[in-house]
């Protein structure tokens, strides 16, 4: 999708500190973070949001997103403390742009609810 913030960082058109990426996700720092650590990992494949999700991706895509949280949940210290995993859907669900993408949150004490 030509217009979308996230797959132009997947295609290199604009700036991402990138912390993790392979043939079929990337994951990068947010630009406004809500704790010490805030990734959002994402896939490559422009997918607007869950519900929008077919079976192949939830086969292929989805476990490469929760391998790669799994990988920095580890790289950034986080597995012993514990840490946050978020997709928002949805506008009333707070997703601000439409590709699906998740949120890994760590570093403080996070409460609850969110908000």
Known sequence: MSDCI???I???E???NIVYENEMVVAFNDISPQA???LLII???HISSAVDLN???IKEVI???FLAITKLAKEFKLEDSGFRIVNNCGREGGQTVDHIHFHLLG???LQWPPG
């Open 6 to 8: 996230f797959c132009k």
């Open 107 to 109: 570093g403080r004490q």
């Open 63 to 65: 476990p490469e997103i």
């Open 14 to 16: 604009i700036p991402a």
């Open 10 to 12: 997947v295609k290199g």
């Open 43 to 45: 896939p490559k494949k």
């Open 55 to 57: 079976q192949q991706d």
């Open 36 to 38: 010490p650590v805030h």
